[in-house]
């Protein structure tokens, strides 16, 4: 059996719930889809500000260097384990960090935008 795409459950839930705004207020769609497109418009501005406030440290250049210093390292005549594990400790830690700054920064356009700041 073929899986359905990511958040397809949550796609459906919004659906039924717009569903059910038509049925009790259909005068309130309108508002519904303006409100929509400015959390939308508000996630794509979070995600573009912290792509242009951090253009170095991308969440997937950290993982990307991964890769590239193992190769480095593998070239140096037995490294330490130690070394390797640091390294690859580091460059995830890294990595989490810059995923959680976009998610903050993210969330708190669409938090601004959708309390009316």
Known sequence: M???PRMTDWLIAALLL??????FSPAQIPVSLYKLSLITIAGVVGYWLDRSLFPYARPDSFLATDIESLEDIEEVEDPPL?????RFLQNDLLAAASMWRRAFIVGTAMIAVGLGA
């Open 2 to 4: 073929k899986k359905l």
């Open 18 to 23: 717009s569903v059910l705004v038509l049925a």
């Open 82 to 86: 130690q070394f390797k594990l640091e």
